[in-house]
């Protein structure tokens, strides 16, 4: 029998449907109950329209900073991902590489490397 996993997630939003509040919850998360994030990056594969549908949400409490950061790391989960799903290394370095050169615009790596150090 296949098992099946469920991710849930719960948007609160204001008079203007902006978000205030996003929760997860998932049955094989390893944790119970629900957590908090403040962006929610969905992208899903149509594959019989051959397209990307995207759900893209943050808060009103997202700070630019954190923002940039976690586009950061996006970028390079996406390379790992990448390389994990294709093998192709040298498509995986050009989106680490794009990675690296986004960091250093937005001068992350000095922030970065401060928050994982102290």
């Not at 996003?22 to 962006?39: P, V």
């Not at 370095?93 to 615009?105: C, N, T, V, W, Y």
């Amino acid at each position: 029998m296949n098992k099946i996993s469920k991710i849930n997630f719960t948007i609160q939003l204001d008079e203007k449907k902006t978000p205030e509040k996003i929760e997860w919850e998932a049955t094989d998360a390893g944790f119970d109950g629900k957590k908090t994030s403040d962006t929610l990056m969905i992208s899903l594969w149509d594959k019989e329209e051959r397209s990307t549908l995207a759900i893209d949400l943050w808060t009103k409490d997202m700070l630019v900073d954190d923002m940039n950061v976690h586009f950061y790391q996006i970028f390079s989960k996406m390379a790992e991902t990448y390389l994990n799903a294709t093998k192709n290394n040298e498509a995986a370095q050009m989106i680490e590489d794009f990675a690296s050169r986004f960091a250093e615009k937005l001068n992350l790596i000095k922030k970065i490397d401060k928050e994982r150090f102290s």
